[in-house]
């Protein structure tokens, strides 16, 4: 073994192969669900590239929720079943995730947001969940820190809540490990090369991987990569930025998470503090990961009108991380009919997190054609060819 590929095998972990059955692009929430659980099915030569350290890209930065409180019917139900993953999370991994159920309350303060949420808590109950419409002063009730008086409703989801995203990540990867899986850090991907319309190499920083199969789940950088097979992936990176106040010697009143719709501002608790941001929608699209406080005045305008008592906040410290977001705010999920053994998952707009264990599970179903646990044709990237198959979804942060 020559100098140089000691060198490389101590800076990062593992040789990479000269071949593999399929390659995963991305080393967040998506990329080490799904090699999880193909590993788990049996598949065996999966090779996962990460560009810099496992989860941190979007997974590193999130709000933590996890949700099925969504209007479309797609969504609530990936949402359902991995909220049902993370509550045997810490069983079948030994892992405390920091799950909270505290719920998530949307705050409504027009009539076509209390009829968006009518309906959406309609279809969720149709489903299964357990969410519902309540009055502004159970809203308050529920959360003393929200204004009554703004208020014209609210829906409430109890089983809801957030969890730690940096222990999810940790966990799939050393499950995954086990199972055989070979995870490489600090691996870029150059280039993804075809031969007669099949997926036949990826090629990295370290060298070429010979493989059948690709699975795209690099996040905000996703656009690149379905570009070196020619199947268009429409994910813009923009940054999203979130605050957290000072720890208190007494804790906050625990309170459920909760978001106003007419401005995206949101909040839940953090230990003895508050997380609390807003979507910010000056934000230019671009990779920028700085943080900086240019959020604050829009987010204190909000506070100052439906949670007056978090505006102007004391903030310990914030981050700045990237949603990889798609035309209709909705996800990528599919296998392309241009380049085959291309697949992707991707363009979750905020809500990957929350959908990674479902994920996982429905793209091991779709990599070994066998029948998913739900229909992912919605999620096709190939919705994009017409208007019509956009995906409206209220829920948004």
């Known amino acids: 073994m020559t100098s140089q590929v000691i060198s490389l095998e101590l800076a990062h972990g593992a040789c990479q192969p000269a071949a593999a059955e399929v390659v995963i692009i991305?080393?967040?929430?998506?990329?080490?669900?799904?090699?999880?659980?193909?590993?788990?099915?049996?598949?065996?030569?999966?090779?996962?590239?990460?560009?810099?350290?496992?989860?941190?890209?979007?997974?590193?930065?999130?709000?933590?929720?996890?949700?099925?409180?969504?209007?479309?019917?797609?969504?609530?139900?990936?949402?359902?079943?991995?909220?049902?993953?993370?509550?045997?999370?810490?069983?079948?991994?030994?892992?405390?995730?920091?799950?909270?159920?505290?719920?998530?309350?949307?705050?409504?303060?027009?009539?076509?947001?209390?009829?968006?949420?009518?309906?959406?808590?309609?279809?969720?109950?149709?489903?299964?969940?357990?969410?519902?419409?309540?009055?502004?002063?159970?809203?308050?009730?529920?959360?003393?820190?929200?204004?009554?008086?703004?208020?014209?409703?609210?829906?409430?989801?109890?089983?809801?809540?957030?969890?730690?995203?940096?222990?999810?990540?940790?966990?799939?990867?050393?499950?995954?490990?086990?199972?055989?899986?070979?995870?490489?850090?600090?691996?870029?991907?150059?280039?993804?090369?075809?031969a007669n319309g099949q997926i036949d190499s990826v090629t990295t920083n370290r060298g070429v991987i010979r493989a059948g199969s690709v699975i795209c789940c690099a996040g905000a950088w996703s656009r690149r990569v379905g570009d070196m097979v020619g199947v268009p992936l429409p994910v813009t990176p923009v940054r999203r930025q979130i605050g957290m106040t000072r720890q208190h010697a007494s804790p906050f009143p625990a309170v459920p998470f909760t978001l106003d719709l007419s401005t995206t501002l949101y909040f839940h608790n953090y230990y003895n503090g508050m997380l609390l941001g807003i979507s910010n929608t000056n934000q230019s699209p671009g990779f920028s990961r700085e943080f900086s406080y240019g959020w604050l005045p829009e987010f204190n305008a909000a506070a100052r009108v439906c949670a007056p008592s978090l505006e102007n906040p004391d903030l310990e410290f914030g981050w700045a991380g990237l949603y990889e977001n798609t035309p209709d705010h909705n996800a990528l999920i599919g296998g392309s009919d241009r380049v085959s053994g291309f697949f992707y998952a991707t363009g979750f707009s905020g809500h990957g997190f929350l959908q990674g264990p479902a994920v996982g599970e429905l793209m091991r179903d779709l990599y070994l054609g066998q029948e998913p646990f739900m229909d992912a044709g919605v999620f096709s990237a190939d919705r994009f060819r017409n208007a019509n198959q956009l995906l409206h979804e209220v829920h948004i942060i």
């Open 26 to 194: 991305g080393g967040g929430i998506m990329g080490t669900s799904i090699a999880f659980h193909l590993a788990q099915a049996g598949v065996r030569n999966i090779v996962l590239v990460e560009q810099a350290e496992l989860g941190s890209g979007s997974s590193a930065k999130p709000l933590g929720g996890v949700r099925a409180t969504f209007s479309d019917p797609a969504n609530i139900l990936l949402g359902q079943r991995s909220l049902r993953a993370y509550e045997r999370f810490a069983a079948e991994f030994s892992t405390d995730i920091g799950l909270r159920k505290v719920g998530y309350l949307f705050l409504c303060r027009s009539g076509a947001e209390v009829s968006d949420c009518e309906r959406s808590t309609s279809i969720q109950n149709e489903l299964g969940s357990t969410s519902r419409m309540i009055s502004p002063r159970e809203a308050t009730e529920i959360n003393p820190f929200v204004q009554q008086d703004c208020l014209i409703g609210a829906s409430y989801s109890p089983n809801d809540g957030f969890a730690e995203p940096g222990r999810v990540v940790d966990a799939y990867a050393a499950a995954a490990r086990r199972l055989g899986v070979t995870i490489l850090n600090r691996t870029e991907v150059m280039d993804v090369g075809t």
